[in-house]
């Protein structure tokens, strides 16, 4: 991440203006099926052509090209279509990119995904949580849910997963995630910009687990325990998809004339 500031004393006194996911933010993020398992991709802009970009979980299972089944919102039925796919490296970098064979996907106005965020302010994420959608108009389209968090910390990778990088810096909302929202875009207010336009931050990765005990007829099971969410969403900084993107373009332009 180029730059973070943390204010805290700003977070506590900014006055909140009324905020709102916008079309070229819904229009952009599509559900995808793999291998069995559906989750959320987003379509990012960089240079001249589009990428859908999702958590590298989802396609974990993918060599360097695959078939990936695609759902957007103008779509009402499944379509199969072909990738090369580059894969984040670690759990640190839990972020895959899916390149198109087309160059263009989308007329839409691009997500920027350059910018500084606060401490304590409000983020949106979008998915398809248990493969469920809205749809406008009557009309039978899959359109991403939309749920709501708060940035609370950034924290090295090694603070959640034991063996990560302690190189690798995750951001955490505060918020409840629900299977199905992996891969999805977390956006944010620029809370130093006077528009206060919505930009790309992260990828949902997932969230973090809470241990607790399991009752049976009201009774504690001993050396037994649940998982359950704890409100602690995981997510990948945008800029570790941007930088797969980065070096397959450089991978790309090797050899060509300048």
């Avoid at 949580?129 to 709501?148: D, E, R, S, Y």
Wanted: glycine residues 10%; charged residues 15%; proline residues 6%.
């Amino acid at each position: 991440m180029k730059r973070l500031v943390i204010l805290l004393l700003f977070c506590a006194t900014m006055r909140q203006l009324p905020a709102q996911v916008t079309g070229n933010v819904i229009a952009r993020v599509l559900q995808i099926r793999f291998n069995g398992f559906s989750g959320t991709a987003f379509i990012v802009d960089y240079g001249s052509r589009a990428y859908l970009v999702t958590a590298n979980h989802m396609v974990a299972a993918a060599g360097d090209h695959a078939t990936v089944d695609v759902l957007g919102p103008t779509d009402s039925l499944w379509h199969p279509s072909e990738f090369a796919i580059l894969h984040g490296h670690s759990p640190c970098v839990d972020v895959a990119v899916l390149v198109p064979a087309d160059a263009k996907l989308t007329s839409i106005d691009p997500l920027p995904y350059d910018y500084t965020f606060a401490m304590g302010q409000e983020a949106y994420f979008l998915g398809f949580p248990f493969g469920l959608f809205t749809t406008f108009g009557g009309q039978n389209v899959a359109v991403p849910l939309i749920k709501h968090g708060y940035i609370s910390a950034t924290v090295a990778c090694s603070a959640i997963y034991p063996d990560g990088s302690k190189g690798d810096t995750l951001i955490l909302l505060d918020g409840i995630n629900n299977h199905g929202f992996s891969g999805g875009p977390v956006v944010a207010p620029d809370v130093f910009d006077g528009t206060r336009a919505l930009k790309l931050i992260g990828v949902v990765s997932g969230y973090k687990y809470e241990d607790e005990p399991v009752s049976v007829n009201g009774q504690t099971a001993p050396n037994v325990s649940g998982s359950a969410n704890s409100g602690i969403i995981i997510v990948v900084p945008i800029e570790r998809a941007i930088d797969l993107i980065k070096d397959h373009v450089a991978k790309e332009n090797v050899g060509k004339p300048k």
